[in-house]
């Protein structure tokens, strides 16, 4: 059964930072795996989409890197600013079963403090 | 297109009463899937269609849960005998037909609607 952690819950940086957040999923068969940010009481945002045969997906200030075979992904923010501030979720999508769901993690609370 | 829609945002019920959503999709999009997301976690699957056909259906979709999508478009969730358990964000994505062993295509999703039974 795939499942997907998200470390850490929670992260408080200062403006400015550059900051990494952790994903990780038990099983390597996956046909992608997608970045979004969630704002409070609102949808989810893509960010970046990675597929499966990528290592990397670059949009702005947003690197997303996959390394499919240990199961990790890591979003990095560079020069965070308050407006990052937001729930960060990492979702995959199995390959196995012909299925069309996200597999989510719990999520990274982001903070960045003026 | 301004992208995927849901209506109503917020809907507020008591337990027993019947209630139903609607999703519009970006209209290209073949595929319509439904998520719920309960406080401090991540979205969990429910259901998808491709077209009208509904190819998918969690464990989570109790008996209580129907969704529909008639001509391939728009697509309802209803949930009859609400109960407390149900109170949740229930969130409608929408993406393109993956090809064949191809690109698979990201799902780019609506804003909620936030579900409180009483």
């Known amino acids: 059964k795939q499942e997907v952690t998200q470390i850490p819950a929670a992260l408080s940086v200062p403006e400015g930072e550059n900051l990494v957040l952790n994903c990780s999923f038990t099983?390597?068969?996956?046909?992608?795996l997608q970045w979004f940010r969630q704002d409070p009481g609102k949808g989810l945002t893509s960010l970046l989409l990675?597929?499966?045969?990528?290592r990397e997906q670059t949009s702005g200030r947003l690197n997303a890197s996959l390394d499919k075979s240990s199961g990790r992904s890591t979003l990095y923010i560079a020069a965070s600013q308050p407006g990052d501030s937001a729930t960060y979720l990492c979702?995959?999508?199995?390959?196995?079963?012909?299925?069309?769901?996200?597999?989510f993690g719990q999520g990274t609370t982001l903070q960045v403090k003026p | 297109d301004t992208g995927v829609s849901q209506d109503p945002r917020h809907k507020i019920t008591k337990r027993g009463q019947n209630v139903t959503f609607r999703c519009d999709p970006i209209?290209?999009?073949?595929?319509l899937y439904w998520y719920r997301q309960t406080l401090g976690q991540g979205p969990e699957f429910l259901t998808y269609?491709?077209?009208?056909?509904?190819?998918?259906k969690s464990r989570l979709l109790s008996d209580r849960f129907s969704a529909e999508r008639p001509k391939g478009s728009f697509s309802t969730l209803e949930i009859q005998r609400t109960e407390q358990g149900d109170s949740a964000m229930y969130l409608c994505?929408?993406?393109?037909?993956?090809?064949?062993?191809?690109?698979?295509?990201?799902?780019?999703f609506g804003p909620g609607t936030r579900l409180t039974v009483t």
């Open positions: 979702a995959v999508r199995p390959s196995a079963g012909n299925t069309g769901k996200l597999i």
């Open positions: 990675i597929q499966s045969s990528q």
């Open positions: 994505a929408s993406s393109e037909l993956a090809g064949m062993g191809l690109l698979v295509y990201e799902q780019y």
């Open positions: 269609f491709q077209n009208e056909a509904q190819l998918e």
């Open positions: 099983d390597s068969a996956i046909y992608n």
């Open positions: 209209s290209e999009h073949n595929r």
